[in-house]
């Protein structure tokens, strides 16, 4: 009876260890000042292939200048998008945009508003990942862990009160 407690012990130091790395890769980019983007497109094939991570660094209005990328929100914020700016209107409030791998301008100018910033760094392929399935599965993975947490609590609490091993820890 001694093996599953160890058992049950190290899954969950496993899982929770995957868990904080998990947790921790989201947070510690945050806590730095970093948004992470995921390229959606081959638009700026080479510089980046569809499914590299971008991590995203708000940009000063001196780096918008001609022949620099920059992140930026889509389709009323729901969709991040990173092109190369080819033109910058008045007062740097509107910019216009290519991809590395495009003939022709994006239709739309980039409002300031808009910006995101600048991808300081990349990871290729890992972004090909993170999708919204794998977002579900981490999700829910939380969830269970969760409730596997509160069962296994529950469970050898109510194994030591049954056995008054409880009694005996308080009194001691």
């Not at 509160?150 to 005996?168: C, D, E, H, P, R």
């Amino acid at each position: 009876m001694k093996l599953l407690p160890k058992q049950s012990i190290m899954l969950s130091l496993f899982v929770l260890l995957f868990m904080l790395i998990s947790v921790l890769a989201v947070v510690i980019p945050h806590a730095f000042g970093f948004t992470m983007a995921i390229v959606n497109s081959d638009a700026m094939e080479p510089t980046y292939s569809e499914g590299t991570l971008l991590f995203v660094k708000k940009a000063s209005e001196d780096n918008l200048v001609v022949g620099n990328e920059v992140t930026y929100y889509v389709d009323h914020g729901r969709q991040m998008r990173t092109r190369r700016i080819v033109a910058v209107g008045e007062n740097q409030s509107v910019l216009y945009t290519i991809g590395d791998n495009q003939s022709q301008m994006e239709p739309k100018e980039i409002q300031k508003s808009q910006l995101i910033g600048q991808p300081i760094f990349y990871i290729p392929k890992v972004g090909a990942w993170l999708t919204q399935t794998t977002i579900q599965l981490f999700k829910n993975m939380y969830f269970l862990f969760a409730m596997y947490i509160l069962v296994t609590t529950l469970f050898v609490t109510l194994y030591q009160i049954k056995s008054g091993s409880i009694k005996k820890s308080i009194i001691s």
